[in-house]
């Protein structure tokens, strides 16, 4: 089969859409653009087309899909029931990109919904997906136009990529404008609740519809996280090739400083870049940049949220082709949905499996260059003095976000040195599922960690709670965060070591001398 691009440019969307739509109406699969991302259309009644769908995507079956329609006058054709609150959103918000969770009807085939009694539901604001579903005139599912887990196709060249020759038509009406997937909003629970975040904000409905709905961090800490509400949550997402490794800077360091850092620390590897442009023009006044240094994408520093939610698939996908190994990629604290995707994007699939009978806890940070070698090396040497265990316990530590085979940074060494641990030979191993899973007690540094760990693996839950839980039992919320001093001067090390020390000898006391109740 041979794909055609149809260029909309500035040529009459009708004509040129007729074509494409009919193949659509079908049974034909049609990739075409909308304000978010670009997505596979397939006509929703037709269930052998939902079904190419899951193949040409690699999409796992209980992952349900979004059904598009061009307004609410078909509505009734995919949900029943409809609550009055549905009505307020969809006048505030609507076309645009926020999907709504509504109890399913009867003529939407089960593989839509996997299997679920509710649908989910989208009005596309994008001149091309508008006049297509017009046309097509029937409810149109369309997932993200990539292989599943890749980062979403926010061009029509991203299409192209991953399913050239694969699907009949790519309709290219240029780069998405707001190139994150749509908020998903759940009006079949109790409280509305925001399953997936995206542009529109728990605050931005508020502040447009008065509605009152739970925000995604809210929801997060409050959802039986056992069964993901949402059923694509569970999976990997967004993820480039290359590894991808978070910019953290705060206060104290900037983007270009811990830029500088991680590039010294990665001296042998192909790096790409994807950071806010005055970052860029500093770091290179700062250093000389070779050719090791690759960007493709930057963003603007001014709407910094907007701005790197619109390049980041891009830049994830030009930084790839480039052949680069390590993605570092600005954290930006506050942009949920832009946080959301890079965070999915980070997490790594390789394994790397412990085989070891005695008890395991597993200390998690973010680079396992700072803290959770600390941890483990501090609660190694302390259960070795205490003789009264039952159970021998053994730590040891991974990161979020790292690479394997860095050494602790030279404060680490030092103030465990100070008291006679010597950690100079421990290397960083990046967290995965199969050293989660080997674990029997999990601590991390913070809450956050905690929370996005708790939402990727729901069935380790139990499993996974901040350090000062398990030492202080504290409940999720009262939980303290041990801040990271990576790049901090060798005080600020010295006071996290104490920090951990005491913890962990309440941790110790906790696992080793159970409750008398
Ligand atoms: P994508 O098509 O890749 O943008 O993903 C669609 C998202 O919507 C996934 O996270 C799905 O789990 C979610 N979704 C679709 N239908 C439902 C549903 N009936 N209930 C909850 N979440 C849904
Ligand atoms: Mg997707």
Known sequence: ?????????????????????????????????????????????????????????????????????????????????????????????????????????????????????????RFPDQRASQELLRLADVPVVAPSANISGRPSATRASHVLDDFKDRIPFIIDDGATELGVESTVLDLCSPMPRILRPGVITAADIKERSGVEVQSYSEGLKKADLRRPASPGLKYRHYAPEAKVLQICSDHENSPDTVVLKMLEQLSDQKIGLFINERSW?????????????????????????????????????????????????????????????????????????????????????????????MAA????AYAEKQQSSEITWRAISAGMHTLDGLPATDHSISVLREIDIDISDHRSAQLTEELLAEADLIAVMTRTQRDVLQEMFPDLEDKIKTLSEWALDLDAVSAVDIMDPFAQPETVYRETRDQLRKLIVSLWQKINLPLSD
Not at 45 to 71: C, M, T, Y
Not at 350 to 370: A, E, H, M, R
Not at 377 to 380: D, I
């Open 281 to 373: 023009d500093i770091l290179k006044q700062r250093t000389d940049i070779d050719e090791r240094v690759i960007t493709e994408y930057l963003f603007s520093a001014e709407n910094s949220q907007e701005s790197a939610a619109h390049e980041l698939y891009a830049a994830f996908r030009a930084l790839d082709a480039c052949g680069v190994d390590v993605i570092l990629a600005e954290a930006i604290p506050g942009a949920e949905a832009y946080m959301n995707r890079l965070d999915k994007a980070c997490v790594s699939e390789s394994s790397d499996i412990p085989q070891d009978s005695v008890k395991n806890i597993l200390f998690v940070c973010t680079g396992n260059t700072c803290r959770s070698p």
């Open 377 to 380: 090396a501090l609660f190694n």
């Open 1 to 121: 089969m041979k794909t055609e691009v149809i260029r909309l440019g500035k040529g009459n969307p009708e004509a040129l859409l007729r074509a494409p739509a009919l193949a659509l109406r079908r049974g034909e699969i049609v990739a075409f653009p909308t304000e978010t991302v670009y997505g596979l259309g397939a006509n929703a009644l037709i269930e052998s087309a939902v079904q190419e769908i899951f193949i040409l995507k690699g999409r796992p079956q209980d992952n349900p899909l979004i059904v598009h329609l061009p307004d609410k006058s078909r509505i009734d054709q995919v949900a029943i029931n409809i609550p009055p609150v549905f009505y307020k959103l969809y006048e505030s918000f609507c076309p645009g990109p926020l999907t709504f969770i509504l109890e399913k009807s009867d003529l939407i085939p089960d593989i839509v919904s996997a299997g679920l009694q509710t649908v989910a539901v």
